[in-house]
């Protein structure tokens, strides 16, 4: 299994943005689907945005669409999630995660490798 790291996350203004990063240990995600998603104490992980491989599907929670965008970098080294217009309601840790499934999903048990999270707080 690939092992993801996530980073960029930290505390922000309503507002604000952030860029979160993820990227694997040794190895580039080309061959991966890719998802980002995000937990708050007591709840399930939610589903923010999913990749494919070959970049050509992209889809969005309905409570970030709009805002978000996931996208990977030209060397797909990294698989990033540009977050815009926050809200104190994404106050989460988000989670990066792996998936050689056939198709790119949105269903956390259909991803491989999960990164350990990096927290994104955002004030009001």
């Known amino acids: 299994q690939v092992q993801v790291v996530e980073s960029g996350g930290g505390l922000v203004q309503a507002g604000g943005s952030l860029r979160l990063s993820c990227a694997a240990s040794g190895r580039t995600l080309t061959n991966y689907h890719m998802g980002w998603f995000r937990q708050t104490p007591g709840k399930e992980r939610e589903f923010v945005a999913r990749?494919?491989?070959?970049?050509?599907?992209?889809s969005y929670s309905d409570s970030v669409k709009g805002r978000f965008v996931i996208f990977r970098d030209n060397a797909k080294t990294t698989v990033n999630l540009q977050m815009n217009n926050l809200k104190p309601e994404d106050t989460a840790v988000y989670f990066c995660?792996?998936?050689?499934?056939?198709?790119?999903?949105?269903?956390?048990?259909?991803?491989?490798?999960w990164g350990q999270g990096t927290q994104v707080t955002v004030s009001s």
């Open positions: 990749i494919s491989r070959n970049v050509a599907i992209t």
């Open positions: 995660a792996a998936s050689l499934k056939p198709t790119v999903s949105s269903r956390p048990s259909d991803y491989d490798s």
